[in-house]
Nanobody, 125 residues
Framework: QVPLVESGGGLVQAGGSLRLSCATS????????MGWFRQAPGKEREFVAA????????YYADSVKGRFTISRDNAKNTVELQMNSLKPEDTAVYYC??????????????????WGQGTQVTISS
């Protein structure tokens, strides 16, 4: 088991910023890829960003590229998602996820073994 706990969600105006954090514990040394996904009401869960721990490589959905940054804090055992220039269409529940193999299809939710409970992000226009 790898508990994942997201925090940092909230309500901000368009153009504002939020920083999400995903705290990990347990068998974290077995984690190869950490990802962030989001799900808006009535929509499928979609990929936002991912970080490959072995190389530090990062990946982003086109819709957030240049606005969001994924990073890790090894001291705190967290993965962060800095979100800037937020738009109303960014409104969703945001989930972090962990993969225990060196996945190539980081954009697929099915590639990840563990998920957090989600944190709500609401952007007002």
């Amino acid at each position: 088991q790898v508990p994942l706990v997201e925090s940092g969600g909230g309500l901000v105006q368009a153009g504002g910023s939020l920083r999400l954090s995903c705290a990990t514990s347990g068998r974290t040394f077995n984690i190869y890829v950490m990802g962030w996904f989001r799900q808006a009401p009535g929509k499928e869960r979609e990929f936002v960003a991912a970080l490959r721990r072995s190389t530090g490589s990062t990946y982003y959905a086109d819709s957030v590229k240049g606005r969001f940054t994924i990073s890790r804090d090894n001291a705190k055992n967290t993965v962060e998602l800095q979100m800037n220039s937020l738009k109303p269409e960014d409104t969703a529940v945001y989930y972090c996820a962990a993969a225990f193999s060196n996945i190539v299809d980081y954009w697929r939710p099915s590639s990840y073994a563990y998920w957090g409970q989600g944190t709500q992000v609401t952007i007002s226009s």
